[in-house]
Protein backbone atom coordinates (compact mmCIF):
# COMPACT_ATOMS: atom_id res chain seq x y z
CA UNK A 1 0.00 0.00 0.00
CA UNK A 2 1.23 3.32 -0.87
CA UNK A 3 1.87 6.71 1.19
CA UNK A 4 -1.07 8.95 1.36
CA UNK A 5 -0.72 12.48 0.28
CA UNK A 6 -0.70 15.50 2.58
CA UNK A 7 -0.11 19.00 0.63
CA UNK A 8 1.18 21.99 2.77
CA UNK A 9 -0.68 24.98 1.49
CA UNK A 10 1.17 27.58 3.51
CA UNK A 11 3.11 29.25 0.64
CA UNK A 12 -0.19 29.58 -1.38
CA UNK A 13 -0.26 32.35 1.52
CA UNK A 14 3.11 33.58 1.06
CA UNK A 15 2.37 34.87 -2.14
CA UNK A 16 -0.78 36.44 -0.72
CA UNK A 17 1.00 37.79 1.96
CA UNK A 18 3.55 39.34 -0.22
CA UNK A 19 0.80 42.29 -1.31
CA UNK A 20 -1.53 42.26 1.62
CA UNK A 21 -3.73 40.92 0.03
CA UNK A 22 -6.60 38.30 0.30
CA UNK A 23 -5.71 36.10 -2.85
CA UNK A 24 -4.66 33.49 -3.17
CA UNK A 25 -6.75 31.85 -1.09
CA UNK A 26 -5.06 29.20 0.73
CA UNK A 27 -8.67 27.97 1.66
CA UNK A 28 -9.98 27.38 -1.46
CA UNK A 29 -6.36 25.96 -2.56
CA UNK A 30 -6.90 22.96 0.37
CA UNK A 31 -10.04 22.45 -1.09
CA UNK A 32 -9.44 21.77 -4.93
CA UNK A 33 -6.14 19.83 -3.67
CA UNK A 34 -8.50 17.31 -1.40
CA UNK A 35 -10.55 17.25 -4.75
CA UNK A 36 -7.47 15.98 -7.10
CA UNK A 37 -6.69 13.18 -4.54
CA UNK A 38 -4.91 15.01 -1.17
CA UNK A 39 -5.73 12.83 2.05
CA UNK A 40 -5.05 15.85 4.40
CA UNK A 41 -4.65 19.33 4.41
CA UNK A 42 -1.22 20.94 6.58
CA UNK A 43 -0.73 24.08 7.62
CA UNK A 44 1.86 25.96 9.86
CA UNK A 45 0.60 28.70 11.61
CA UNK A 46 3.53 30.38 13.06
CA UNK A 47 4.61 32.65 15.83
CA UNK A 48 5.29 35.63 13.71
CA UNK A 49 2.45 34.76 10.92
CA UNK A 50 4.53 35.14 8.00
CA UNK A 51 1.89 33.51 6.11
CA UNK A 52 -0.83 31.04 7.37
CA UNK A 53 -3.18 33.45 9.33
CA UNK A 54 -5.17 32.45 12.54
CA UNK A 55 -8.42 33.52 9.75
CA UNK A 56 -7.17 31.16 7.53
CA UNK A 57 -6.71 28.29 10.23
CA UNK A 58 -10.13 28.53 11.56
CA UNK A 59 -11.89 28.60 8.31
CA UNK A 60 -9.94 25.55 7.35
CA UNK A 61 -11.21 23.91 10.17
CA UNK A 62 -14.53 23.96 9.10
CA UNK A 63 -14.36 23.23 5.45
CA UNK A 64 -11.35 20.19 5.54
CA UNK A 65 -12.91 17.25 4.78
CA UNK A 66 -10.35 14.97 4.88
CA UNK A 67 -7.87 15.64 7.62
CA UNK A 68 -6.20 18.86 8.94
CA UNK A 69 -2.81 18.89 10.31
CA UNK A 70 -1.42 21.68 12.16
CA UNK A 71 2.23 22.28 12.53
CA UNK A 72 3.28 24.19 15.55
CA UNK A 73 6.09 25.25 18.01
CA UNK A 74 5.68 23.73 21.23
CA UNK A 75 4.60 27.06 22.74
CA UNK A 76 1.83 27.89 25.74
CA UNK A 77 0.45 30.44 23.26
CA UNK A 78 0.49 27.29 19.80
CA UNK A 79 -0.79 25.33 22.08
CA UNK A 80 -3.66 27.75 23.35
CA UNK A 81 -4.81 27.79 19.43
CA UNK A 82 -4.84 24.14 18.72
CA UNK A 83 -6.95 23.51 21.87
CA UNK A 84 -9.60 26.50 20.16
CA UNK A 85 -9.58 24.86 16.68
CA UNK A 86 -8.59 21.32 17.87
CA UNK A 87 -7.15 20.07 14.51
CA UNK A 88 -7.19 16.67 13.52
CA UNK A 89 -3.30 16.40 13.87
CA UNK A 90 -1.36 18.70 15.79
CA UNK A 91 2.72 18.27 14.62
CA UNK A 92 5.07 20.04 16.69
CA UNK A 93 8.23 21.60 14.86
CA UNK A 94 10.86 23.40 15.86
CA UNK A 95 10.75 26.93 15.06
CA UNK A 96 13.57 30.00 14.63
CA UNK A 97 11.97 33.50 13.52
CA UNK A 98 14.94 33.89 11.13
CA UNK A 99 15.13 31.11 9.30
CA UNK A 100 13.05 30.96 5.82
CA UNK A 101 11.69 27.28 6.68
CA UNK A 102 11.82 24.94 9.13
CA UNK A 103 15.76 23.90 8.98
CA UNK A 104 15.59 20.54 11.15
CA UNK A 105 13.76 18.05 13.34
CA UNK A 106 12.58 18.95 17.08
CA UNK A 107 14.84 18.09 19.73
CA UNK A 108 13.11 16.01 21.53
CA UNK A 109 16.18 14.09 23.22
CA UNK A 110 16.73 17.40 24.33
CA UNK A 111 13.62 19.13 25.65
CA UNK A 112 11.61 15.53 26.08
CA UNK A 113 10.00 17.13 29.22
CA UNK A 114 8.99 20.49 27.95
CA UNK A 115 7.66 18.45 24.57
CA UNK A 116 6.13 15.91 26.40
CA UNK A 117 3.87 18.47 28.84
CA UNK A 118 2.74 19.95 25.02
CA UNK A 119 1.76 16.64 23.71
CA UNK A 120 -0.36 14.88 27.03
CA UNK A 121 -2.33 18.95 27.05
CA UNK A 122 -3.08 18.24 23.39
CA UNK A 123 -3.88 14.78 23.46
CA UNK A 124 -6.01 15.13 26.40
CA UNK A 125 -7.99 17.56 24.28
CA UNK A 126 -8.36 14.42 21.47
CA UNK A 127 -5.93 15.56 19.24
CA UNK A 128 -4.02 13.37 17.56
CA UNK A 129 0.15 14.68 18.10
CA UNK A 130 2.87 13.78 15.86
CA UNK A 131 6.55 14.98 15.75
CA UNK A 132 8.93 16.34 13.21
CA UNK A 133 12.27 15.02 13.97
CA UNK A 134 15.19 13.93 12.45
CA UNK A 135 16.14 10.23 11.37
CA UNK A 136 18.14 9.43 14.88
CA UNK A 137 17.60 6.74 16.71
CA UNK A 138 17.81 8.65 19.77
CA UNK A 139 14.95 11.49 18.65
CA UNK A 140 13.15 8.21 17.76
CA UNK A 141 13.09 6.97 21.02
CA UNK A 142 12.11 10.07 22.91
CA UNK A 143 9.37 10.63 20.79
CA UNK A 144 7.92 7.07 21.71
CA UNK A 145 8.75 8.16 25.10
CA UNK A 146 6.61 11.52 24.93
CA UNK A 147 3.81 9.13 24.35
CA UNK A 148 2.93 10.30 20.49
CA UNK A 149 1.46 7.93 18.24
CA UNK A 150 2.98 9.40 15.01
CA UNK A 151 6.46 11.03 14.10
CA UNK A 152 7.11 12.59 11.10
CA UNK A 153 10.80 12.05 9.75
CA UNK A 154 12.25 15.27 8.31
CA UNK A 155 13.73 14.56 4.85
CA UNK A 156 15.42 17.83 3.89
CA UNK A 157 18.86 16.44 3.73
CA UNK A 158 18.05 13.87 1.45
CA UNK A 159 16.38 16.13 -0.13
CA UNK A 160 19.35 18.98 -0.42
CA UNK A 161 21.89 16.17 -1.40
CA UNK A 162 24.20 17.24 -3.48
CA UNK A 163 25.71 13.78 -4.78
CA UNK A 164 23.93 10.16 -5.38
CA UNK A 165 26.18 8.69 -3.23
CA UNK A 166 24.96 11.47 -0.39
CA UNK A 167 21.35 10.76 -1.25
CA UNK A 168 21.49 7.15 -0.48
CA UNK A 169 23.23 7.60 2.79
CA UNK A 170 20.44 10.20 4.02
CA UNK A 171 18.00 7.82 2.33
CA UNK A 172 19.45 4.92 4.47
CA UNK A 173 19.14 6.80 7.42
CA UNK A 174 15.87 7.83 6.65
CA UNK A 175 14.75 4.10 6.34
CA UNK A 176 16.59 3.19 9.35
CA UNK A 177 14.21 5.56 11.54
CA UNK A 178 11.54 4.59 9.96
CA UNK A 179 12.38 0.78 10.79
CA UNK A 180 13.15 1.75 14.31
CA UNK A 181 10.06 3.50 15.06
CA UNK A 182 7.50 1.18 13.39
CA UNK A 183 9.51 -1.28 15.67
CA UNK A 184 8.48 1.00 19.15
CA UNK A 185 5.13 0.85 17.59
CA UNK A 186 5.13 4.86 15.84
CA UNK A 187 3.03 5.54 12.60
CA UNK A 188 5.44 6.87 10.53
CA UNK A 189 5.00 9.89 8.20
CA UNK A 190 7.97 11.68 6.18
CA UNK A 191 8.34 15.11 4.70
CA UNK A 192 10.38 18.62 4.16
CA UNK A 193 11.78 18.99 0.36
CA UNK A 194 10.80 15.86 -1.01
CA UNK A 195 9.60 17.12 -4.65
CA UNK A 196 8.80 15.07 -8.11
CA UNK A 197 12.41 14.40 -8.67
CA UNK A 198 13.39 12.55 -5.38
CA UNK A 199 9.61 11.39 -4.25
CA UNK A 200 10.10 7.57 -5.12
CA UNK A 201 12.42 6.52 -3.05
CA UNK A 202 11.03 7.84 -0.13
CA UNK A 203 7.34 7.12 -0.89
CA UNK A 204 8.58 3.60 -1.34
CA UNK A 205 9.53 2.90 2.31
CA UNK A 206 7.36 0.57 3.52
CA UNK A 207 6.85 1.70 6.77
CA UNK A 208 6.18 5.29 5.64
CA UNK A 209 2.27 5.66 5.38
CA UNK A 210 1.91 9.64 4.62
CA UNK A 211 3.73 12.22 2.69
CA UNK A 212 3.97 15.76 3.76
CA UNK A 213 4.51 17.90 0.37
CA UNK A 214 4.11 21.43 0.06
CA UNK A 215 6.54 24.13 -1.65
CA UNK A 216 7.25 21.75 -5.07
CA UNK A 217 3.09 21.12 -5.42
CA UNK A 218 2.45 24.86 -4.90
CA UNK A 219 5.25 26.03 -7.26
CA UNK A 220 4.36 22.73 -10.34
CA UNK A 221 0.79 24.54 -9.48
CA UNK A 222 1.71 28.22 -10.62
CA UNK A 223 2.50 26.31 -13.87
CA UNK A 224 -0.25 23.44 -14.40
CA UNK A 225 -2.42 24.46 -11.76
CA UNK A 226 -3.47 22.83 -8.48
CA UNK A 227 -5.30 20.09 -10.04
CA UNK A 228 -3.19 18.89 -11.86
CA UNK A 229 -0.21 19.57 -9.81
CA UNK A 230 -1.47 17.29 -7.00
CA UNK A 231 -2.78 14.01 -9.26
CA UNK A 232 1.09 14.23 -11.08
CA UNK A 233 2.44 13.88 -7.54
CA UNK A 234 0.30 11.08 -6.65
CA UNK A 235 0.68 9.59 -9.98
CA UNK A 236 4.47 9.23 -8.79
CA UNK A 237 3.74 8.11 -5.24
CA UNK A 238 1.75 5.58 -6.75
CA UNK A 239 4.50 4.59 -9.07
CA UNK A 240 7.12 4.13 -6.44
CA UNK A 241 8.86 0.36 -6.39
CA UNK A 242 10.43 -1.05 -3.50
CA UNK A 243 14.29 -1.64 -4.06
Keep these: MRPRLAVNVDHIATIRQARGGSEPDPVAVALLAEVAGAAGIIVH ?35 KVALGVVP ?32 RVLTDEGITVSLFIDPLAEQVKAAKRTGVPFVEIHTGQYAEAKTESEQQATLL ?69 QS
Excluded: C
Aim: negative net charge; proline residues 1%; hydrophobic residues 45%.
Design 173 to 241: KIMGAARLGRDLGLRIAAGHGLNYHNVRAVAAIPEVEELNIGHSIVARAALVGIDRAVREMLDLIRGAT
Design 45 to 79: LREDRRHIQDRDLRLLREVVKTRLNLEMAATEEMV
Design 88 to 119: DVATLVPERREELTTEGGLDVAGQEERVTRAV
